[in-house]
């Protein structure tokens, strides 16, 4: 259940969210309360049963010595109490220090590369010991009051109520000698104390658990209160892939808007490129297009349907994305095509090949079956991109968003891509948010963004003939970086 919420959360809790807490969340949280049901509540329900069972047998047999074993119960009740005062801001510290562990882990492995390369594994490992110390200490403190307080107090209670009942018990023959029929109701006494000290010892080890999976209980609550994303009406359809975007303005915080008053219309078939200086809205726009974060009521439009208003699944179907940092699979060629889809190696073969990828997969030992390994870590970082957009258009979608998709690239792969996106023109519209100018120059229409708004549009042509213009002076200045690093 708590993974299937986390996979409908919007980007924008992805935006804040620490992978490591979050799997440590999803897994190790939701396992302490399945324990909760799986164990827990089935030894205290056994156990309350064996209790009352034994009570009764007592009541009938003697029910002033009954009473005597009955105030066992209280004082169990108050070290429940003051084993939870102790353990609870333990086992809560234990917790979160777990989850910073998984984060930590995770970061290191996921940046190893870099912290090799910058000589800084030392440090991470000893930031790594620190929180892995601390959480030695509060697992400790948590042990600590499991063996101060359950089962060592409960046995102690146990020999002083058998001295005390054998005392009282004693004490009420005045010093005769016990008929058979007492002794044998002493005897059946001192046998139901163990059987009334026993099951609460059951239920106050299960305290442990108990307390573990309550806080996991309520660290998956905070997960599962974070608002899924709005599932849209299904009437709206993807049928051309014409764009309009009407006076959109946006702000993540009230107050501080990214972007201002922005309009265009993207023609169906069309190819629209994207750019501008760091900050000045491009991933915003795009976030926006693709629905990650929600725009203002009709603000943007997709083949005059308000975008809001187009059913999930169908949107999804209707719209690829090849991103800067291209996600691959620890699996085959096809797999990662085929991203689940029930697609047919027909249909996975014609998305390689419209994607100038089947070449170099064919080249690969085993073709479309060959594992890539984690990350893709077998290819190149031009072959993994022309994978992604070979993902992309293997959904059939009749828009396509590229978010800086030959930024990591060579020139080379780069005039791959673009005779990949000009055998597209025509049939798929097609916007690309470009770092390197020299891909979009091509484009039927350039858009130059400046912080937030809409400084200059046109061709490649027209946008060079503005004298001192935006986009002339961030294509000469790339043109310049180029020539240098050459």
Same mark, same amino acid.
């Given at each position: ?28 949280? %939701? ?36 009473? /005597? ?24 510290? %234990? ?77 009420? $023959? ?18 139901? /104390? ?21 806080? +996991? ?23 051309? $892939? ?55 009521? +009709? ?10 208003? /187009? ?8 719209? $690829? ?15 990662? /095509?085929?991203? +689940? ?33 984690? +990350? ?5 970082? $031009? ?104």
């Amino acid at each position: 259940m708590a993974t299937c919420h986390v996979l409908r959360l919007p980007m924008s809790f992805f935006d804040r969210a620490i992978t490591g807490q979050l799997v440590s969340r999803v897994t190790n949280d %939701t396992e302490a309360v399945k324990m909760l049901y799986v164990q827990v509540l089935f030894v205290m329900l056994d156990s309350v049963i064996v209790l009352a069972g034994a009570m009764v047998a007592m009541l009938w047999l003697d029910w002033r010595l009954m009473l /005597i074993v009955a105030t066992l119960v209280p004082a169990v009740v108050l070290i429940v109490m003051l084993y939870q005062r102790l353990s609870a801001p333990a086992v809560t510290r %234990t917790r979160e220090l777990r989850s910073e562990l998984n984060a930590q882990l995770a970061e290191s492995i996921a940046g190893m590369a870099v912290l090799q390369a910058g000589n800084a594994t030392e440090r991470f490992g000893k930031r790594f010991a620190g929180i892995n110390e601390a959480h030695y200490h509060s697992r400790q403190r948590e042990l600590r009051a499991n063996a101060w307080l359950l089962r060592p107090v409960l046995d102690l209670l146990n020999v002083i109520l058998l001295a005390v009942v054998i005392f009282v018990f004693g004490m009420r $023959g005045n010093g005769a000698a016990l008929s058979a029929l007492e002794v044998g109701v002493l005897y059946a006494f001192i046998s139901y /104390i163990s059987r009334v000290v026993e099951p609460l010892i059951q239920i106050t080890m299960q305290f442990s658990q108990l307390q573990q999976a309550m806080v +996991g209980a309520a660290r998956v609550h905070v997960l599962l209160k974070e608002t899924e994303t709005p599932v849209a009406a299904e009437h709206g359809r993807v049928t051309e $892939g014409a764009i309009a975007i009407e006076h959109l303005d946006f702000a993540y915080r009230p107050g501080q808007p990214v972007l201002h008053d922005l309009d265009l219309h993207i023609a169906p078939g069309s190819f629209h490129g994207i750019v501008g200086h760091t900050g000045s809205g491009k991933s915003t726009l795009l976030s926006l297009l693709l629905r990650f974060y929600p725009a203002p009521a +009709g603000a943007i439009r997709i083949d005059g349907t308000p975008v809001e208003a /187009i059913g999930e699944d169908h949107f999804r179907d209707s719209v $690829g994305l090849v991103p800067q940092e291209p996600f691959l699979l620890a699996a085959s060629a096809r797999e990662n /095509i085929a991203m +689940g889809r029930q697609l047919s190696d027909a249909q996975v073969e014609a998305a390689a090949r419209a994607a100038n990828a089947h070449d170099f997969i064919m080249g690969l030992e085993r073709g479309y079956d060959t594992p890539l390994g984690e +990350g893709g870590a077998r290819l190149s970082v $031009g072959q993994k991109q022309l994978l992604a957009i070979a993902r992309a258009l293997a959904g059939e979608p009749r828009i396509l968003f590229l978010d800086e998709a030959t930024s990591h690239i060579d020139s080379e792969t780069e005039q791959v891509v673009q005779r990949a996106l000009a055998a597209l023109r025509g049939k798929v519209t097609i916007v690309a948010i470009a770092h390197r100018l020299s891909t979009i120059r091509d484009a039927d229409r350039i858009v130059v963004l400046n912080h937030g708004r809409m400084a200059e549009r046109g061709t490649h042509p027209e946008l060079m003939a503005i004298d001192d213009g935006l986009y002339q002076r961030l294509y000469l200045l790339q043109q310049l970086e180029e020539e240098g690093a050459g």
